[in-house]
Every structure is written in C-alpha cells, then in structure tokens.
C-alpha cells in the first residue's frame, strides 16, 4: 500500500498494491486521520496473549519516538485500555470520535471507552459488531499515525473477515502459544491472510518458556516447540519468542504495561518500525 493511499482504488494507478489485488474496496478513514502503517496482531484463539503483544508492540514504537495508535477490534472482550489504566470515555465533537490518550501519548480506541460501564457485556450479533470495527477506521479521528496497531478478534470467523476486508491492513503479527503450533489453528490464521492477500510478518510464540528467577534454569511449561521450524512451512520470516513472566500479568492487569521491561519484541519492532 502506498503512502499516500487514501484508500480510493477507483482512482489510483498502483497496480501492485495489496489492497487493489484483493479486489475489495477499503472504507475511508476519517478525513481527519493520516495513518501510515496499520499492522494487525492476529492468534488463532483467545487468551494466548494477542493484547499484551499488541500492547507491547505499541509501547515500543512509541518509546522510539513513532505517532502511535491502538485500533482495539476485540470488540466483545476488549482488554487494552485495562492495560494503559484508561478510564476515561472518548468523547466526540463534529469532525469524530476522539481517541483516548495513554500516559505516554499512545492514541486507543476501543469498545470499552464507549460503554457506560466496562462491565457491560456486548451482546451484538457478527455483522453489528464488524460495523462497530469499521467505525473505528472510519469515524475516529487518529490525526497523523506512523503505526497503527490492531487487536484483533481471536480467531479465523466473521469480524476478523470484516476487519481484513475493510481496513488497508500492511501485515499480519501472528500469536501462538507451544500448544497451538502443533494444532491446526495457525495453519487457519495463516490461510485467512492469505486469502485476503496480507503478509503474515512474523510468528510470535507467546509462554515460550519460563526461566526461573531462583535458579535461572528454563523450564517448558506447555512442552517445547519449534517455532522456526512452523514460521520455515508458512513462508514466515521472523519469529519472536516471550516467556510466561509474572511481571507482564502485574504489568498488564494493573495498567502499568508502558513500563514493561524486556527486549523479547526489540528485533521485530526493529523490522516493523523500519
Ligand atoms: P488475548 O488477547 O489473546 O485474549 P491477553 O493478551 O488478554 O490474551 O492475555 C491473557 C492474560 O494472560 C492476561 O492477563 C495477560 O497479562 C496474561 N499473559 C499473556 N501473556 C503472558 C506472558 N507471556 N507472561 C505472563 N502473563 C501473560
């Protein structure tokens, strides 16, 4: 996708571009919104650790000095703004919704900055919610973004499929834990993106290993693996590892994520970011 894409294929002349190829049309940002790069963290399933990688992606490239945004699509389970201890609804005015900004100047949006209560479920069906994920493309006022992160939905189903159609997503961040890489679950991931014609950048193996902090023997908690060897089947060319790390749970479910500790994304950060 070009720099300058605005997103309408009608009128552009890049006939390598993965958008185009796709045969679909993007929606329109916000003509208030200039973003740059837009990479999506997608895991086969729930709870393998697609937020904290988002979060921790996102706290990078701010740290080196990037405009940066979080695009929350996990609309029905939403865990971002507990990450960044954001409590403070996003407000509109007459150009958009505004996002909420994190301590260090990370831009979120995210369904639970709209609900009244961040305890109220989301008991929409499929298509409502896929609307709500656009909106946040279209109807958020990001102003100027060099990278945008997008959590997405977990899984291979319908949302997800919205969300690929509908935004100019560069690439894909795929995150597994051991268990899953012997499973059948990134093998869908990796079909899905492929279908919609986005590269899947790299392979993140989340609760890699645990090191113990009495011993500093490593230990396989959920079996050893070989990430390598999965990224090597799937045309994946990088692949990160990060440890079950009790002070990423405290950092994450605390709020304090910004200040995380760690250099397990700093070689994939550096591609991403380049
Ligand atoms: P998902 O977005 O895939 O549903 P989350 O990122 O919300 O998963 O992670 C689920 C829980 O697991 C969170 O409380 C998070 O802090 C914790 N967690 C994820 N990865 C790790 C890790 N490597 N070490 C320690 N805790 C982790």
């Given at each position: 996708?070009?720099?300058?894409?605005?997103?309408?294929?009608?009128?552009?002349?890049?006939?390598?571009?993965?958008?185009?190829?796709?045969?679909?049309?993007?929606?329109?940002?916000?003509?208030?919104?200039?973003?740059?790069?837009?990479?999506?963290?997608?895991?086969?399933?729930?709870?393998?650790?697609?937020?904290?990688?988002?979060?921790?992606?996102?706290?990078?490239?701010?740290?080196?000095?990037?405009?940066?945004?979080?695009?929350?699509?996990?609309?029905?389970?939403?865990?971002?703004?507990?990450?960044?201890?954001?409590?403070?609804?996003?407000?509109?005015?007459?150009?958009?919704?505004?996002?909420?900004?994190?301590?260090?100047?990370?831009?979120?949006?995210?369904?639970?900055?709209?609900?009244?209560?961040?305890?109220?479920?989301?008991?929409?069906?499929?298509?409502?919610?896929?609307?709500?994920?656009?909106?946040?493309?279209?109807?958020?006022?990001?102003?100027?973004?060099?990278?945008?992160?997008?959590?997405?939905?977990?899984?291979?189903?319908?949302?997800?499929?919205?969300?690929?159609?509908?935004?100019?997503?560069?690439?894909?961040?795929?995150?597994?834990?051991?268990?899953?890489?012997?499973?059948?679950?990134?093998?869908?991931?990796?079909?899905?993106?492929?279908?919609?014609?986005?590269?899947?950048?790299?392979?993140?193996?989340?609760?890699?290993?645990f090191t113990c902090p009495d011993c500093n023997k490593?230990?396989?908690?959920?079996?050893?693996?070989?990430?390598?060897?999965?990224?090597?089947?799937?045309?994946?060319?990088?692949?990160?590892?990060?440890p079950?790390n009790p002070k990423?749970?405290?950092?994450?479910?605390?709020?304090?994520?910004?200040?995380?500790?760690?250099?397990?994304?700093?070689?994939?950060?550096?591609?991403?970011?380049?």
């Amino acid at each position: 996708m070009s720099e300058s894409c605005n997103h309408q294929c009608d009128s552009c002349d890049q006939n390598n571009c993965s958008s185009r190829n796709a045969g679909i049309q993007k929606a329109p940002a916000n003509p208030s919104s200039h973003i740059k790069k837009v990479y999506a963290i997608m895991s086969g399933k729930g709870g393998v650790g697609k937020s904290l990688i988002t979060a921790l992606l996102a706290v990078l490239a701010k740290r080196r000095g990037f405009n940066t945004a979080i695009l929350d699509g996990d609309i029905t389970g939403p865990s971002i703004p507990r990450m960044f201890n954001l409590h403070t609804k996003a407000r509109a005015d007459q150009v958009g919704i505004l996002p909420v900004e994190t301590k260090t100047g990370i831009q979120v949006m995210s369904m639970n900055l709209l609900l009244k209560n961040e305890t109220d479920p989301v008991v929409w069906r499929g298509p409502v919610i896929g609307g709500a994920v656009k909106q946040f493309w279209t109807d958020v006022v990001w102003g100027d973004i060099d990278v945008m992160f997008i959590d997405m939905p977990p899984g291979t189903g319908d949302v997800a499929l919205t969300l690929f159609q509908s935004l100019p997503v560069d690439g894909v961040i795929l995150v597994t834990t051991p268990q899953d890489l012997v499973s059948m679950i990134v093998e869908k991931a990796v079909k899905m993106a492929g279908l919609m014609n986005i590269p899947v950048l790299a392979l993140v193996e989340n609760m890699s290993y645990f090191t113990c902090p009495d011993c500093n023997k490593t230990f396989h908690p959920f079996g050893e693996s070989n990430p390598e060897e999965t990224a090597k089947a799937f045309g994946i060319s990088k692949v990160a590892r990060i440890p079950v790390n009790p002070k990423l749970t405290a950092a994450s479910d605390k709020g304090m994520i910004e200040l995380f500790e760690g250099n397990w994304l700093n070689e994939l950060a550096n591609e991403l970011l380049d």
